[in-house]
């Protein structure tokens, strides 16, 4: 059961139009947080654009308890993942990174002077287990697998400068588990997967149950750590 009580009074939700993203500002703003949603779709948030981060992050007043990054993408330009070496493509290689990697980062960068030093405040990026490098048993899917092992990287490194300035901040990676939207629709197969809404409830409590002694980590939906 979700407790409602965990919610932050402040939230940030950035990816707010696909299925995770619109899922966790609605649980948000049905446990009474103020949640400020953002997304190309609707505000033109262009996560390609270091300019637009800065302009739409720097309109914003500082205070939130809660930056969610819940963007990504796993096909792009019509290009799905990769199934052999054959495959790989530089350019394709080149725009994995800069969705799933690069602008996720930029948006780290400019999201910091939006949490409190304070208080607890959490700052979560969507990842993936695929980007684990050492669960990695099947091979293919090599931009994308890339690329989150790089926002790994990134997100693990950024906990360990943040901390210094927030010394109660939570920066976390998150493996939603597989999710029933447009970006796993045609890649499932027979794989179970779970609606957006009980994504988000899931993603919330291992939020709420993490401490500044988890910042850096990369957890799954269960609250589970997953191997880098």
Not at 76 to 94: C, F, R, T, V, W
Not at 199 to 224: M, Q, T
Request: charged share 20%.
């Amino acid at each position: 059961m979700h407790d409602s009580s965990q919610h932050p009074q402040r939230a940030l939700v950035l990816g707010a139009s696909g299925a995770i993203g619109g899922a966790l500002v609605d649980a948000l703003r049905e446990g009474g947080s103020q949640v400020t949603a953002l997304s190309r779709r609707d505000d033109g948030f262009d996560l390609a654009s270091e300019a637009s981060i800065a302009r739409h992050l720097g309109a914003l007043d500082p205070g939130f308890d809660l930056i969610l990054c819940a963007t990504g993408a796993l096909e792009i330009a019509g290009q799905g993942p990769e199934k052999s070496l054959s495959q790989l493509d530089p350019g394709a290689l080149a725009a994995q990174f800069a969705l799933n990697a690069t602008g996720p980062a930029l948006v780290i960068k400019h999201a910091l002077r939006l949490m409190p030093r304070d208080r607890r405040a959490v700052l979560a990026v969507l990842s993936a287990r695929v980007g684990s490098i050492s669960d990695n048993r099947l091979g293919g899917w090599y931009g994308y697998r890339a690329a989150k092992a790089a926002l790994n990287q990134i997100l693990h490194g950024a906990a360990i400068e943040v901390a210094r300035s927030h010394p109660r901040a939570i920066c976390l990676a998150l493996h939603p588990g597989t999710v029933q939207s447009a970006l796993t629709r045609a890649y499932l197969g027979r794989h179970p997967a779970v609606t957006p809404p009980e994504a988000a409830r899931h993603l919330l409590d291992v939020i709420a149950a993490r401490s500044p002694a988890d910042s850096g980590g990369f957890y799954d939906w269960r609250g589970d750590r997953v191997p880098w």
